[in-house]
């Protein structure tokens, strides 16, 4: 099943809404429902005109700013929440290598991808880009399912990220388990232990280096037959640095922070946009937010 | 579909066995440091699995000690990156903030370098990908000698110190091959011939005079007194009968790909300074060069007599402040210079509605996603469209007349602009510009230049209010201002401005009959118009590739430029702004290393170019009539599609020797099938060595390839680009250990190298200017370091006294170190690194790597609403010079002002297969993960775009057939049947899959560049017998280059710019075949 997680790839797509229905559902780790993916609900915040990121200054150090002042409180009091600007969003994929090279993700395994669609005839057309990735939700329905194959295997950490123990989580049964459980497409990935340069005149040396997830350090040889996913770089977050790929986002549309400090960038992008979460019928409770002029119509191409 | 098309791509990248990795290991001979990375590996692994990872080990990249700032080239922007590095091998890379180009804005230079540990600027795809170009398994470690027929891919490894003394001495270097067993190859020394800068000079001066000479009987009388003078010397000449050629040293020549400063005046000192060759070449017009030579006509300023010295450079959007961006041809983020930072100043501005983006362009490309109106143009008709937005503005007296009426920087001072047109000044029927003596106005005056030569000055004309008025260009104290269309007579003489002469061009046609010729609604047109002139000197027509790269690019970017012009938004926050950069040469008072002085014996090269560039057909003693067998470039250069194919024709003269550096001209040209052709053949180019980092594209034809360092171990100083407003010098420096073997050059230990290649053939050839004392007395010039870091310690002095850069306190001091504690003396030696620079200077130079280079703060670029590093001087909008010159093909003059030229070869015929059935039109475009051809190397690059696609609007796609999926040939007149000729006996067929969308004008198709490759480790080579298996993920795709139409009249290269020297990249037509399902495209 892993191939066609690929349908991000190769360039521009233009999909009717039955085909990328029809796609979705062929995607996500063997078993995401149909009905997973129902219209995203408006929320928070109304739109205005003037945002703010208009303030002067540097939305990046802000945010690095804002991550400091968190990590200063217990780590049960923090609230991390990605808010995304998909207007800012130019789809080129910096987020996804990112976050390969920062958590030395084997092939086969992104846990971040960028889906890409074309809407309309020509030439009126509109072309967006839509970045997933695990939403790290509050009453995330993979811990569940995944606990009631391999007790022990998923949990949540104080600060609401979601946690696989990969000493616990092997093998494909509890994988697809939470594959099935999880209401949203490209979020967990089953790692087979491959390397880029295997087979090639020799393997790599960043290949075999150790990566740290979860506050622990591990080898690719740890991670086979794990499943993977998104940690929103608990490594970088712990150490206080923005997770990678929040800080290459070249149209900086990525945002991280804590939603319990209302100075934060994250709280006060919420107040101030419209904003949707995917799939709140599915009461996970996601914690990446998503923000357009226009959620309604927007959204409305692919999840209708 | 979708399926079958990522299942297929999968099945292709299958890991191959572990039999064919140690089959193919002693490719890369065993690099030490390989080994220890891996001991080191497989000894944290055992750790950490007992789980007894020290504190110590948690989170080691967000560290001071283990992050090194450089400069990315997985593209050409130049982005500043930081890299970490976990025991010894860089894992991760991120952007540098201080660095303009991934922080918006930059953090301040003198932010303390530990309060940066932790804050990250943004990367595209390709820079976080960047560890991969250097960890490849594909890496060359040692020389590799031919061992079959060129192109073969059967290589031997050699020693570095056989390959350099075969080369300088020549011999029956492959009587090991078939059908060369008595060929002798001439070496290095045999083409060493005009030693003496004394005579070299004596030689240029006289062959200047013959020049001047204007009848064919002057000129031979006057080669005939030129062979009494040098009679010694005759035999040093390619051909005494033809002294402008120049010297037989002229037969080696040196050409590159993607070069950057430090190394390029490395190779110039090598080939050109101490070998003292005419012939190195670089690549610029296979990027945008009919944009850089459009700047340079535009920027030629008047200097003692004459309008001259104009730089090769071009403008673009501030695109931080732009209100209004007219994209045309320019994929502002996808590449166009900059994702990164255009990405981010765009897209924050979009979202505030700060900035309204129009994009004109065949292809709804990303930025159009972005804009509120896209143009579907025809390609190639830019040029059409811009002086349809000239002659409305100018009907509708939208210009801006207080900028174009300036004649002089006086006028401009006093109008609160930095710089100034020609637009107003009075041109005569004949094309020249009116003098003042001409019609008594005002006397010619004598004057003296620097140096104390005297020189006449006659003052330029401009009509202001129906009179006359004399004025002096460079003028600081009296303004003149002129009439910006005047079409009269005074004295007698018929006159026009400039700006009549646009007008005219730009009036040749209706709106509406413009509008046909590209494609487009006049409405349209007369729209983005009137928003262009909606923003005051905030709004740019921005062009760039899709504009330069046509048989017309130079005359689109003109009317472009002309566009801009008409709205004054030169050096304006919001316009047109430049590049600036920090001088590292050492020409600057208070730089420590004046590096032109720096050569004990330096020689001036003279003669004709292989490429016949910034030199006049008619001046030369071949020239025979029109045509002349090749195109001449009196005002181009660095004509990348002409180098191979002249040698091929040996016109002007036959090549013996080629060096090419991280070149790949086989695979980035169009029509990079005839430069296989000529390489292939051992009697056109006798000997040919190549410097890279794989087995490239164009090096597999090499008989020498030296391994190369990649840009994590190598030095460089990137420079700037126009749309960063800041001034800048990023600065490329090693932060991983080499790849490449070390030998030994002037008894010092080094990795294989460019810098060593060269070190190592000059110290075998006794070239002045390396060695011992090799920059002067008690410097010497014996490693690469020697030559770079004083450099730095340059630019680290600044751009006049003051601008010195603080020390580096001892924390800083301690992290460079540590922070290359991974390094290996032979590139990495402190105690050294300091005696090169001076304890004066080291402090500074830590400063400013510890930085990655030199940024100027983001405030500083600005005053107020003017952009302070400003271009500031006048812009040439009528081209007096290129009026006056004739194309060596025609014989016809070329075109002084902006004008529309349709699509044709050098003769002027235009090309219209589409008539010959022949019914799509081909462009290419970028993908943001893979530049033109080396980042196919990054597997986590194709992890997200394992392939491209040939994309084809839904109406054709319905019209011919096509479908997702289907795989389809390109076809043209110039390769009918749709291959690559490798000849080596492979055909790679042009074999591409479908893709259908709506984003792409009907009639057009498209496929990104970057794929389809068949080197690079791409296809198998043997080495030492062994083969060694090609990864087929490096070969997925399709590069239809090979399809792009050659010109009739030269027929070994493709269509070109004659003017600007660019290659047509978007003015092909083809035809798509269907292949039978299953065929494979690679």
């Keep these: 099943m892993s191939e066609k997680r690929d349908t991000a790839t190769g360039g521009v797509k233009r999909l009717s809404r039955r085909a990328f229905f029809k796609r979705t559902t062929g995607v996500a780790a063997g078993a995401v429902a149909a009905t997973a993916f129902l219209p995203g609900v408006k929320e928070v915040g109304t739109l205005l005109a003037k945002t703010v990121t208009g303030t002067p200054g540097n939305d990046m150090l802000t945010m690095h700013n804002d991550l400091q002042r968190a990590l200063e409180k217990p780590m049960k009091q923090r609230k991390w929440a990605m808010v995304i600007d998909i207007r800012k969003c130019i789809g080129c994929n910096a987020c996804a290598v990112a976050c390969i090279a920062e958590n030395n993700l084997p092939p086969g395994v992104r846990y971040r991808t960028v889906a890409e669609v074309e809407d309309g005839s020509y030439p009126e057309l509109r072309r967006f880009f839509m970045p997933t990735n695990c939403m790290q939700c509050k009453n995330a329905p993979c811990i569940e399912a995944a606990n009631r194959v391999i007790p022990g295997s998923m949990s949540r950490r104080p600060d609401g990220i979601v946690v696989i123990h990969y000493k616990k989580m092997k093998g494909k049964k509890v994988f697809e388990a939470a594959s099935k459980a999880c209401p949203y497409p490209y979020s967990l990935w089953y790692d087979e232990g491959k390397n880029y340069t295997d087979g090639t005149p020799a393997l790599q040396p960043y290949e075999k280096r150790s990566f740290r997830e979860y506050g622990i350090g591990w080898t690719r040889k740890d991670t086979k037959g794990t499943t993977r996913k998104c940690h929103f770089c608990t490594q970088r977050i712990d150490a206080g640095e923005l997770p990678a790929c929040v800080t290459t986002c070249t149209g900086q549309a990525m945002h991280f922070g804590d939603l319990n400090d209302n100075d934060s960038l994250v709280s006060k992008l919420l107040k101030r946009h419209k904003a949707v979460r995917l799939n709140l019928a599915s009461g996970a409770e996601p914690m990446i937010y998503y923000l357009h002029d226009e959620p309604e119509q927007t959204c409305m191409v692919c999840h209708s | ?671 990079g099938q005839t430069n296989i052709e000529i390489l292939s053949d051992v009697n056109k180019i006798p000997l040919y060595v190549a410097s890279d980092i794989t087995i490239g594209e164009m090096s597999m034809y090499a008989d020498y390839i030296f391994p190369d360092l990649s840009y994590l171990e190598r030095w460089e100083f990137h420079g700037s680009h126009p749309s960063i407003p800041q001034k800048a010098q990023p600065v490329r420096n090693p932060v991983i250990a080499p790849i490449p073997e070390s030998v030994t050059v002037f008894g010092e230990q080094q990795p294989i190298s460019l810098e060593t290649m060269i070190l190592g053939i000059a110290e075998k050839l006794g070239l002045p200017g390396f060695g011992k004392n090799g920059l002067g007395e008690g410097m010497d010039l014996v490693r690469q370091e020697d030559f770079y870091l004083r450099m730095v310690a340059n630019l680290a002095a600044g751009d006049k006294p003051g601008d010195e850069v603080p020390d580096a306190d001892q924390w800083e001091l301690q992290q460079f170190e540590q922070a290359r504690r991974h390094l290996p003396k032979t590139v990495f030696d402190v105690e050294r690194w300091k005696r090169v620079v001076g304890e004066q200077w080291w402090k500074k130079v830590v400063y400013v790597l510890n930085r990655g280079g030199r940024f100027q703060d983001y405030e500083k670029a600005y005053d107020g609403e003017k952009f302070k590093n400003k271009y500031g001087q006048l812009i040439n909008l009528y081209l007096e010079k290129y009026g006056k010159a004739k194309s060596a093909i025609t014989g016809k003059n070329l075109f002084p002002v902006a004008t529309y030229l349709p699509i044709a070869d050098v003769t002027g015929k235009e090309v219209t297969d589409e008539r010959d059935g022949f019914n799509l039109h081909l462009i290419t475009f970028r993908d943001i993960t893979q530049t033109k051809s080396r980042t196919i190397t990054n597997y986590w690059l194709s992890a997200i775009r394992p392939q491209n696609f040939v994309l084809v609007n839904s109406i054709d796609a319905s019209r011919l057939g096509l479908s997702d999926g289907m795989k389809v040939k390109f076809v043209s007149r110039s390769n009918a049947e749709g291959v690559w000729d490798l000849k080596n006996g492979v055909k790679k067929p042009m074999v591409g899959e479908v893709k259908v969308i709506e984003g792409i004008r009907p009639g057009i198709i498209g496929f990104s560049l970057g794929h389809g490759h068949w080197a690079n480790g791409s296809s198998d080579v043997v080495v030492d017998g062994k083969t060694i298996t090609g990864d087929p993920r490096r070969a997925t795709g399709v590069h239809a280059n090979a399809a792009m139409r050659l010109d009739d009249y030269l027929k070994n290269t493709c269509l070109l710019d004659p003017v600007g020297g660019s290659v047509s990249f978007y003015d092909t037509k083809v035809r798509l075949v269907s292949e039978k399902k299953g065929e494979g495209g690679s």
């Excluded at chain 2, 509605?353 to 990303?366: L, Q, T, W, Y």
């Excluded at chain 2, 560039?613 to 045509?627: D, Q, R």
Aim: proline share 5%; aromatic share 10%; charged share 25%.
């Design chain 2, 1 to 671: 579909m979708n399926n079958e098309i990522t299942g297929r791509t999968r099945s292709k990248s299958t890991p191959r066995t572990r039999r064919s990795f140690l089959k193919s290991s002693a490719f890369l001979g065993g690099s030490a440091v390989l080994l220890s990375q891996l001991e080191w590996a497989q000894n944290l692994f055992s750790r950490a699995e007992a789980g007894v990872l020290s504190p110590a080990e948690e989170y080691e990249l967000s560290k001071a000690e283990n992050i090194l700032r450089s400069v990315c080239l997985q593209c050409n922007t130049g982005c500043g990156i930081k890299v970490k590095v976990l025991n010894g091998v860089a894992v991760k890379i991120e952007g540098n903030p201080y660095s303009p180009w991934t922080f918006v804005p930059s953090l301040p230079y003198k932010t303390p370098l530990n309060e940066t540990t932790k804050i990250n600027g943004s990367l595209c795809p390709k820079g976080q990908a960047g560890i991969q170009t250097a960890y490849d398994p594909y890496r060359l470690v040692k020389v590799l000698k031919r061992a079959g027929k060129r192109g073969e891919n059967k290589w031997k490894t050699i020693s570095f110190e056989q390959a350099v003394s075969e080369i300088v001495n020549g011999g029956k270097l492959f009587s090991h091959v078939k059908g060369e067993e008595n060929r002798h190859v001439q070496g290095l020394k045999e083409f060493y011939a005009l030693r003496d800068p004394k005579v070299a000079k004596e030689m240029a001066s006289a062959i200047e005079e013959i020049r001047k000479k204007k009848t064919p009987e002057e000129k031979k009388a006057a080669v005939e007194e030129f062979k009494k003078k040098f009679a010694n010397h005759l035999h040093t000449l390619i051909d005494p009968d033809h002294p402008d050629l120049g010297p037989k040293n002229n037969q080696v020549s040196f050409i590159w790909g993607r070069l950057k400063a430090g190394r390029a005046e490395f190779i110039k000192r090598f080939i050109s300074d101490s070998f003292g060759s005419i012939n190195a070449h670089g690549h610029t017009t296979v990027c945008q060069g009919s944009l850089y030579f459009t700047g340079k006509a535009m920027s030629d300023q008047f200097a003692e007599g004459k309008l001259t010295g104009g730089q090769k450079f071009y403008w673009q959007a501030d695109t931080s402040n732009v209100e209004f961006l007219l994209a045309i041809g320019s994929a502002y983020i996808e590449g166009g210079y900059g994702p990164p930072h255009h990405a981010k100043k765009l897209m924050k501005n979009l979202v505030e509605k700060k900035v309204k983006i129009a994009v004109v362009d065949p292809r709804f490309s990303k930025i159009a996603s972005k804009a509120y109106k896209w143009v579907p143009i025809k390609p190639g008709t830019d040029g059409a469209f811009a002086l349809a937005m000239i002659r409305w503005i100018i009907e509708n007296k939208r210009y801006d007349d207080k900028f174009l009426q300036n004649a002089n920087r006086a006028a401009a001072n006093a109008a609160g602009e930095q710089s100034w047109t020609n637009g107003t000044w009075l041109v005569k029927e004949d094309g020249s510009f009116l003098r003042a003596s001409e019609i008594n106005l005002a006397p010619k005056e004598k004057r003296q230049t620097k140096d104390g030569k005297e020189w006449e000055f006659d003052a330029f004309v401009v009509m202001k209010d129906g009179k006359p008025v004399a004025f002096d260009p460079n003028d600081e104290k009296n303004p003149v201002v002129g009439d910006l269309f005047v079409n009269t007579s005074v004295g007698g003489i018929a006159v026009k401005t400039g700006l009549q002469i646009v007008y005219e061009s730009a009036s040749s046609k209706t709106i509406e009959q413009w509008a046909d010729i590209c494609g487009i609604r006049a409405n349209d047109i007369i729209e983005l118009a009137q928003e262009f002139t909606s923003h005051g000197k905030k709004a740019v027509a921005d062009p760039h590739r899709g504009v330069s790269q046509h048989t017309n690019g130079f005359y689109n970017v003109l009317a472009v430029y002309t566009l801009n012009a008409l709205i004054g938004n030169f050096d304006w926050k919001g316009g047109l702004i430049k590049a600036s950069t920090y001088s590292i040469d050492g020409s600057k008072e208070g730089h420590p290393f004046n590096f032109a002085r720096l050569h004990p014996k330096k020689i001036s090269p003279f003669g004709i170019s292989t490429i016949r560039h910034e030199v006049n057909y008619e001046e030369s003693t071949i020239f025979n009539g029109y045509p002349a067998k090749r195109q001449w470039f009196p005002f181009s250069s660095d004509i990348y599609q002409e180098i191979i194919p002249s040698m091929g024709d040996a016109y002007p003269y036959s090549s013996k020797i080629l060096f090419s550096y991280m070149a790949a001209a086989t695979y980035s040209l169009p029509g």
